[in-house]
Every structure is written in C-alpha cells, then in structure tokens.
C-alpha cells in the first residue's frame, strides 16, 4: 500500500513571496490533516479535512494560507505571502476517518523562508 | 481547552535497558484517546501506541506499553529492552470528541550502545 506522499521535500524562498505545497493521501482515507512543526516543537494542527469539507482551520492564520483538497482526495496549501515566520516543516497527514483512528504522515515539506 | 505536556525535552537510555517517557493532560471530557507517535530523524511520524479512556487495561505492543492513570491525566510510555532503531522524537497526542487532535512538544530519546 502506497504511503501519503508529499512534494516537494525542501523548499527555500524569500519573504513576501508565495509557495504551494501537494499532498497526496492514502487511497481510501476520508481524513487528511496539514499540520505546521516549527522546530523542537510537535507538529501543530492548520486544517483537517473531511472528504473535500473543512472540519477544522481555526489554527489556519487564513490572511495568508489557503488549503483546498480537490474532489476529496489531493490537496493543496498555499502560503501568500511567506513570513519568516513560516519556516518549518509541512506535515499532511491522513486516515480512514476521523483523527481517533490511526494517522499515517508524509515526509513533510521543509520549507525556509530567508 | 485541552494541553499535552510532557516535560522531558530529552532523555537517554543505555541499549537493552528500559525507559519511560512521561505525558500529562488536561480535560474536562470522560471520553477520549491517547496516542504515542513517533518521529525518526527522517522525519516521518508513526503510531506507536493507542489507548481509549474507557478501557483500564493498559494497552501494549510488543516492547512499548502505557501507564494509564485516567485520575492523575497521565500517560506514559515505557519501551523495554531498548534498541538503536529507538532513537527518535516521541510525541504524546490526545484526542478529543469533537474530533480534535492535541500533540504534545515531545522528548527526544537517545540510545547509548
């Protein structure tokens, strides 16, 4: 069984400009997570999707990302425009359904923002 | 609001030897799930362990268990007979009903050969 999948795994930018990143989930899960883990820290939940629904983004800081998820499987998240602040490590996740069953992660996006 | 703390930024053991990882919570709800994760320097997360409040029994796999003590809000992790491939992040997450997940700021676990 194919994992979640991720691109890019690195990602330098300037500030003020725009970045995307692709997440790709397990085939079948219904739930797929973005998470943001800034360094020595656990990683921090942006937004959790249900199907192609938004079922959590009250810790997406949405002046500047923005997160779809096309017809329920890939999704997208967007960063315009990238602060300093934003250097970190982009973790998607997914599972079957709901976040009390198991979480499968992606290799994450390192993303530096100079 | 629900917090995870764990308060061992880092932590060694000696190979073959056995450790515990320490998680506390805070809730309010009867009914929730706790888990172990863990994060290789290669960065991708895996479930290690999974526990449900309402269950007593103490849930275990293989060299990894929990000590449960829903009272006290405390989780924690013991791995016995540690090996190399032990070595990574460990983070403790709670799950809350409304379908809410919490990660704790991990402790990074050494094995000394």
């Known amino acids: 069984e194919a994992g979640v999948a991720q691109s890019p795994r690195y990602k330098i930018i300037e500030k003020r400009q725009s970045v995307a990143f692709w997440c790709n989930p397990i085939?079948?899960?219904?739930?797929l997570y973005w998470y943001q883990q800034i360094l020595g820290q656990g990683p921090k939940l942006l937004i959790q999707?249900?199907?192609?629904?938004?079922?959590?983004d009250s810790q997406l800081p949405k002046d500047r990302f923005s997160a779809e998820r096309l017809k329920g499987v890939d999704s997208t998240l967007k960063i315009q425009p990238a602060k300093l602040e934003d250097s970190a490590v982009y973790l998607c996740a997914s599972s079957l359904r709901g976040s009390y069953n198991e979480q499968f992660f992606g290799p994450g996006t390192r993303l530096t923002v100079l | 609001a629900q917090t995870v703390t764990q308060s061992q930024p880092e932590m060694s053991v000696q190979e073959a030897e056995t450790v515990t990882l320490s998680c506390t919570y805070d809730?309010?709800?009867?009914?929730?799930?706790l888990f172990w994760y863990k994060q290789p320097p290669s960065r991708q997360m895996i479930l290690v362990i999974r526990q449900e409040a309402y269950k007593q029994q103490n849930a275990t796999e293989n060299r990894f268990s929990v000590n449960f003590q829903k009272a006290a809000k405390s989780f924690s992790l013991k791995i016995s007979d540690s090996q190399l491939g032990d070595a990574a992040m460990y983070f403790c997450?709670?799950?809350?009903?409304?379908?809410?997940?919490?990660f704790g700021k991990g402790t990074r676990l050494h094995i000394l050969p």
């Open positions: 809730t309010s709800e009867s009914d929730y799930y």
């Open positions: 085939s079948g899960h219904a739930t």
């Open positions: 997450a709670y799950w809350s009903r409304d379908d809410k997940i919490i």
């Open positions: 999707f249900q199907n192609n629904g938004v079922v959590d």
